[in-house]
């Protein structure tokens, strides 16, 4: 078993102009300790990235994170050293201490955990966020509260990033199609983002322990439900937001807004809004004073609707399917009343 020198007094600062890479660390406590550990042997050693691995984390890591650098003409015995602290063979004076390993020792009792890389490679059918779900529960599992965290970090944006892209294509592209295509296209690198940034931690983590193992083939099953369950969603949500009675109201809803709301019909009564959703196309007025007694909300209501059954457009409109919510409001804006037009409110009127 190799012996670690004591540390001498002090160490010549390493020559920039000789400087090579030894290894990468994504953590500044594992790259500190192993530059001391150099130290402690006599060679001079410098850590590279530090301070952009610690100020922003993921972007850190993405561009190779922590870097310990090394005179070349020490790289031989740096290599051999780093080697034996990696196995866990170096030993300090008293041979009964032995220097820890890198990596954190397995729990005990051992938990049954998802195989790593299998759960990334379910990513490449089902998408990057299955697999950081798997992850997640392996760390949560393994009791890494630190490692648990940053999983479920990336987890979480993830997740928001789809809904986003959902919440864009259902109601501002409003096209399926190139919604899916944004997920296709965008899938594969946050995958191998997230593998290389985080997820691989947990494989080399895992390495070499021995641990009951969840099926694949469940996940992949409860994967491909979800994933098949999401797209009949999406699908049913897309069908909605795509009716062309329901864009027709939107665009009716927009002209009037843009044709000069709020206006003033007389001294107590404002129309102040438009909107629409679905099939119903609301109108809200403000009422004040005497336009709220019970009577003159009545006359109100009764000549909205005759004027509404009267107009061509929104007789066409009716005849579609349309529901006219008329919403009346008091000068805060609390809601007095709501009244409903429909087709059949026009016919009574003609009965009439």
Known sequence: MSETPSAPSALPPPDPAELVTLTRFELAIDAEMVRSLLASAGIPAQLADLNTVNAYGVLGNALGGIRLLVQERDLPEATALLADYR???????????????????????????????????????????????????????????????????????????????SAYMLWIARDLHSGMGIFMLLSFPVLVLWYFCAGRKQAQTMLGWTYPRRPMGLAMLLGTLVLLGSGFALGILHGISNDPLSRLLVEVAREDVKNG???????????????????????????????????????????????????????ELLNQGMINEILIVDGQHNPVQRHYITLDNCHSGDDS
């Open 87 to 165: 196995a866990g063979t170096l030993a300090l004076d008293d041979e009964d201490e032995a220097v820890p390993a890198a990596s954190p020792a397995a729990p005990d009792p051992m938990p049954a955990l998802w195989h790593p890389d299998w759960a990334a490679a379910i990513g490449l059918l089902l998408g990057p966020l299955f697999p950081m779900l798997l992850h997640y529960q392996n760390w949560c599992r393994i009791g890494d509260h630190a490692a648990r965290r940053r999983s479920l970090t990336w987890l979480l944006a993830t997740l928001s990033g789809v809904l986003g892209i």
């Open 261 to 315: 709301l709020p206006y003033s019909i007389d001294a107590n009564t404002r129309h102040i809004a438009v909107s629409a959703s679905g099939k119903i196309l609301t109108d809200t007025f403000e009422l004040q004073g005497d336009a709220l007694a019970t009577e003159a909300i009545s006359n109100f209501l009764a000549f909205r609707q005759a004027e509404v059954c009267q107009d061509d457009v929104s007789r």
